[in-house]
Structures are given as C-alpha cells and as structure tokens.
C-alpha cells in the first residue's frame, strides 16, 4: 500500500524556519517525482514545489522561490522542505505528492498525496 | 486570483448531471498542456478523478468525465450521488515569465440537494 506520511509542522513566528519530512513507503520512492502541494485554511490548493526522481530538477512557486528548498533522499525513502523566513501567508496545511503513475505523453498527474501537516506561522 | 478559473460552487439533484468549467488562457489551457482533475472530500487528502484531461485512473467511476477545448476544460459528473459532494479542482500547467509553474483552479464546491 502506498503511503506518504508528513510531520515537522508546528506553530513557528514570523521570520522563523521549519523543516517538514515526508516518509514514502509501498512504492519505489526513487522513481517517482514528487510535488509540495499547500492549502491555506479554507482556500484553495496551492502548488508549492516539484522535484524529480533523481533530485536534480527543481521547481518552485514564485510565492515561496528564494526562502523554501527542497530534497529528496532516496535511500531514505524521503523527501523534505526546508522553509525559511517564514510569512503569515504560509500557513497553510503541506502536503507531499507523488507523481509519475498516470501520465500522458507530455505530463503526469499528482497521484498518491499524503495526510498533510499543519504549518502556522504566528506570533 | 488563480490561473485557472473555477465556479465557486455548483450543485444538483441526486441522479442528475453536473458540469464544472476550468477556464484558462493561451499561456497553459490554450498551449496545449494537460488539465488534471482532482476530488477533496472534507477533511481529507485531495484525490486524482482525471489525469490527462479525460482519462481516470483504475477505480474512479465512470460517471466521472473530462474534456477539453481550446482555453477550457471540464469535468462532468452524471448520476450525481450524495458522496459526489466535495471540492473539485482542476490542474494544469503555465508558461510565465519566470518560467514553467504548476496552477491549479480555484475550486468549486459541488452541493448535493
């Protein structure tokens, strides 16, 4: 069974850093990219982040280029957002999101998404 | 504002037919890249309904539809049902200045009566 489990949420001040975690299991992690995908309490889902299998093309929102950074470690079976300089704005509930299972010639669908963690950030 | 504009709600009968609209522009619809549809039930994890503007993945009902046309796409429900009731949002790609983003609709709620 695929799962995709995420954690390292938390309240954190303006100004400050979080480091979410996203534990893969049931699939073969290192062949499938996979997307941070936001949502802030009752808006909308918010693209955030893509990474590919390998790690070695990235992709980010122009809402969070230059302050959040991700990887991926595959003999972990793990990825991760580092989050920095944090804003009211990016609260929001953070969800990681495989890709690469239903595709089409030109793209592929987020698949499998996990439970998502709470990011609030606060004073 | 996103990208990708989306009803903010819709809603029908049980059996009856829905449709909900995705409307883009030239720089992602209308450039010929893919619209994906996604279910949000409440509470939960969004799930993936269409992939590749009008194919379902293993185990999605075939009340489920999608389409495309030109800046538009859109997804159908038919023989609604009171589990159908949920957020739906569409998916795509956009070619902006800083270079390639993933944008998603807005979102539309769909209410069973």
């Known amino acids: 069974e695929v799962q995709l489990v995420e954690s390292g949420g938390g309240l954190v001040q303006p100004g400050g850093s979080l480091r979410l975690s996203c534990a893969a299991s049931?699939?073969?992690?290192?062949?499938?990219?996979m997307n941070w995908v936001r949502q802030a309490p009752g808006k909308g889902l918010e693209w955030v982040s893509y990474?590919?299998?390998?790690?070695?093309?990235?992709y980010y929102a122009d809402s969070v280029k230059g302050r959040f950074t991700s990887s991926r470690d595959n003999a972990k079976n793990s990825l991760y957002l580092q989050m920095n300089s944090l804003r009211a704005e990016d609260t929001a509930v953070y969800y990681c999101?495989?890709?690469?299972?239903?595709?089409?010639?030109?793209?592929?669908?987020?698949?499998?998404w996990g439970q998502g963690t709470l990011v609030t950030v606060s004073s | 504002q996103s990208v990708l504009t989306q009803p903010p709600s819709v809603s029908g009968a049980p059996g009856q037919r829905v449709t909900i609209s995705c409307t883009g522009s030239?720089?992602?619809?209308?450039?010929?890249?893919?619209v994906h549809w996604y279910q949000q039930l409440p509470g939960i994890a969004p799930k993936l309904l269409i992939y590749?503007?009008?194919n379902r993945p293993s185990g999605v009902p075939d009340r489920f539809s999608g389409s495309k046309s030109g800046t538009s796409a859109s997804l159908a429900i038919t023989g609604l049902q009171a589990e159908d009731e949920a957020d739906y949002y569409c998916?795509?790609?956009?070619?902006?200045?800083?270079?390639?983003?993933?944008?998603f609709g807005g979102g539309t709620k769909l209410t069973v009566l």
């Open positions: 990474i590919s299998s390998r790690g070695s093309t990235i």
């Open positions: 030239s720089s992602n619809i209308g450039a010929g890249y893919d």
């Open positions: 590749g503007n009008s």
């Open positions: 999101a495989s890709l690469g299972r239903y595709c089409t010639s030109t793209t592929c669908a987020t698949d499998y």
């Open positions: 049931g699939f073969t992690f290192s062949s499938y990219e």
């Open positions: 998916q795509s790609y956009d070619s902006s200045l800083s270079g390639w983003d993933v944008v």
